[in-house]
């Protein structure tokens, strides 16, 4: 593996922790101080700011130090993470990830946004609150004398005889250290020997080393860390240069550091007593041949450590005792299993990608030979029969299992958003809280990617259209603070992802206006609330009074119904005056497999969604009555729903069908309404792998996509919203015409 994959990984680990450091902080901000929150916010900033040192990325070590310093305040109860704190740290979170992103592809990010931040870090740290918060700044920590050691350690007391009072002011603090490494410190290649060698280059120190907890020999586990240390050292740049040296370790082992002498003594006054773990005999050599010597005690002590383990484990070999064997295998099965639980790879996109495509194969040839004996078998109870209905079984497992593999929780895009509703919300100058729930709703990854930009632009149109400003807010008896509520739930094989803001809702009269002045409709028609509400959705419509670097250029809304078109999926708008508006939309969990009616029109096989299918009838003679020139109205149930030719929205025939002759499938259309496709015939249901059409051909106005019968043929999947659209008179026929044209 070279240095470029090293670090693609990097960046691959930097994007899970972002994300779990813009996860902690929302919840900080919402009021959880639970400590295990803190410090998987610290954590995270910790590990980007080590790995980025690690790959000589300067700017991003140099604002992830600061940020980690003011995380630490917090996490040492220092500083209370308050509104107006909470509000800097999430700036601080959205220019580290600005930094990570511009290391990773080369860019930059603004000298001033970063430098500021920089500055508001470093006074909180420091105590200096913003000017909107009133919390006292925390007091300076006071010392204590450190009580006598019970450690084995011998207090000896030393002066600084012959130095001024500035120098005595001046010198550096002594910290005691506890050191006990875990298993893991060792699994994840660190050496306890490299780390003290580090650490006598801080500072002057003394080192003595517990073996308390060492068990026999016959009883020792290689893999094991049962030294444990205990380190006094005065290191000239303050605890923040012993912190350094544990910095890839710190989550590997029990670490403690703190204070024992936190200011200098006036001239003539007796100092402290400092522990350290050497006999007062060998003073006579001198203190830094003492220390030197106490140093190289103690990394041979750990190298020592290490010794004893390997020939722990080579005598562990030798034991021929079944029991002590069988007892060790069991013991070795149940870590297994309890490491397996939590267990995860990397595996590039492309090798999924490639299995799902694999796996379509593996259904359309498993259809295909199935077709092929049931044609060749009357009686469908021979073996081979038999064995393909297994085979069935186990292809639709595996399909099942491989899609399970790109399926993803939508939690990465959540979190998205909350950074663009802080920064729209600054902008306009308005307080929004965004509130997000099913995070964990999973979805093929394919939907994830192509989720972002649809959802990007309805969360700045609810920020700068749907939320009113903080004085009109609390002029109508609403709280300053508005909500934007993103949710995202399964229902009836689709995802569906709600966005729920409590503004003013929609202003149909100004909408049907700019609609009028656009030429977008007639002065005189006559539309119901629900199409003056997706008037918004017209290419170039917008209802801002100025262009700004939010809105006014109409473009927004049409993007997003066309994205959600291209996923598959349907949006509807609901809307109540005064109360706030709802967007809904509606998208496949997977763009790779569908579940579908196959049906014939005008000889042709078409596919038709399954989850778009309410119900299927036989339309009846009675039930059928005419509306205009070539309408045509079936009756269900006391209601009247429009009847849609297929065939001749198409252009499959040129006159319509009679409806008496073939079979009407009930479809909800996109704006929520109803309607009956009519088509020749039902062939049956089944699972079929979607296939682009525009990748292997072109694209086809009212064909979604197309797939492979267990047949051989190819069968066009049905595009079930651009045929009502046409039905409402956009028609098909021109576009078809261009299409077949070009």
């Keep these: 593996m070279d240095m470029n994959e090293i670090k693609e990984i990097f960046f691959q680990e930097c994007e899970e922790q972002l994300a779990e450091l813009e996860s902690g902080l929302l919840k900080m901000n919402d009021g959880d101080r639970d400590p295990e929150t803190v410090n998987a916010v610290f954590r995270a900033v910790h590990s980007i700011k080590g790995g980025a040192g690690a790959f000589g990325l300067d700017d991003l070590v140099a604002f992830a130090h600061v940020f980690e310093t003011t995380l630490d305040c917090v996490r040492s109860n220092k500083l209370e993470p308050g509104p107006e704190v909470m509000k800097v740290m999430l700036k601080s979170a959205d220019v580290l990830a600005d930094l990570t992103n511009a290391a990773r592809d080369g860019g930059s990010v603004e000298a001033s946004r970063s430098s500021g931040l920089v500055k508001e870090l470093e006074a909180l740290a420091h105590g200096e609150l913003p000017a909107a918060s009133s919390a006292p700044a925390p007091a300076a920590p006071v010392a204590k004398a450190p009580a006598a050691s019970d450690d084995g350690f011998q207090p000896v007391p030393f002066s600084f005889d012959g130095f001024g009072e500035e120098e005595e002011a001046a010198a550096p603090s002594t910290f005691e250290v506890s050191f006990k490494p875990r298993r893991d410190l060792y699994s994840k290649g660190n050496e306890a020997a490299l780390l003290l060698r580090d650490l006598s280059r801080v500072g002057e120190m003394s080192i003595n080393c517990i073996m308390d907890g060492l068990p026999s020999l016959d009883d020792m586990d290689p893999e094991e860390a049962y030294f444990a240390w205990k380190i006094q050292i005065k290191p000239e740049k303050g605890e923040e240069a012993i912190r350094t040296v544990f910095e890839f370790a710190e989550w590997d082992c029990d670490l403690e550091i703190k204070m024992i002498e936190a200011e200098a003594k006036p001239a003539g006054e007796e100092l402290p007593m400092i522990p350290v773990p050497f006999d007062l005999s060998a003073l006579d050599d001198g203190p830094e041949m003492v220390a030197a010597e106490t140093v190289n005690a103690a990394v041979e ?60 194969e593996l259904v359309i040839n498993q259809a295909m030979l199935s077709q092929s004996v049931i044609e060749n078998d009357a009686t469908g109870t021979s073996a081979v029969n038999m064995g393909l209905e297994e085979l069935q079984q186990l292809t639709r497992e595996i399909q099942d299992s491989v899609m399970a593999i790109r399926a993803q929780p939508v939690k990465p895009v959540f979190q998205r958003m909350s950074r663009i509703v802080r920064e729209v919300a600054d902008m306009v100058g308005k307080s929004i809280r965004l509130v997000t729930e099913g995070e964990n709703t999973e979805v093929d990854k394919t939907v994830i990617d192509k989720l972002a930009e649809p959802l990007t632009h309805m969360i700045r149109n609810a920020v700068d259209h749907g939320i009113e400003s903080p004085e009109k807010r609390a002029a109508a008896g609403k709280e300053p603070e508005g909500t934007i509520k993103l949710t995202a739930k399964h229902r009836s094989g689709r995802i569906v992802i709600e966005l729920v803001d409590d503004g003013a809702g929609i202003n149909r009269e100004r909408v049907r206006q700019k609609a009028i002045d656009n030429e977008l409709i ?138 008496v002759e073939g079979v009407a499938l009930l479809v909800e259309s996109e704006g929520g309404g109803q309607r009956a496709l009519m088509v020749d015939a039902i062939q049956g249901q089944r699972q079929v792998v979607i296939k682009s059409l525009e990748a292997n051909y072109t694209h086809v106005p009212g064909i979604a996509a197309a797939t492979i019968l267990g047949d051989g043929r190819v069968a066009l999947i049905l595009d079930v919203d651009a045929v009502v659209a046409a039905s409402r008179g956009q028609s098909l026929k021109q576009e078809m015409s261009l299409a077949v044209a070009g």
């Design 301 to 360: 002590a750990a190298e020592t450590a290490t010794r004893v383990s390997k020939l722990a484990a080579a005598k562990a070999e030798k034991k021929e005792s079944p029991a002590a064997a069988a007892a060790a295998a069991a013991a070795a099965a149940a870590a297994q299993a309890n490491n397996a639980a939590g267990q995860t790879i990397r595996v590039d996109l492309d090798r999924v990608d490639r299995l799902i495509n694999l796996v379509g």
């Design 522 to 659: 007639a002065a005189d028609a006559n539309l119901t609330d629900e199409e003056i509400d997706n008037l918004i959705f017209a290419p170039g419509f917008s209802t801002a009074d100025k262009i700004s670097d939010i809105s006014g250029r109409g473009v927004g809304m049409d993007v997003v119904k066309r994205s959600i078109q291209a996923l598959g999926g349907r949006i509807s708008i609901t809307s109540r005056p005064g109360l706030g508006s709802t967007f809904t939309m509606s998208l496949p969990l997977t763009l790779a497999v569908l579940d579908g009616m196959v049906v014939t029109v005008a000889g042709q096989t078409l596919v038709v969604p399954l989850t778009a299918i309410v119900e299927t009838l036989q339309p009846e003679a009675q039930n059928i009555h005419s509306f205009g020139a070539n309408q045509r109205l079936i009756s269900i149930r006391n209601s009247f729903c429009p009847l849609v030719d297929v065939g001749r929205i198409l252009n499959f025939r040129g006159t319509q069908a009679n409806p």
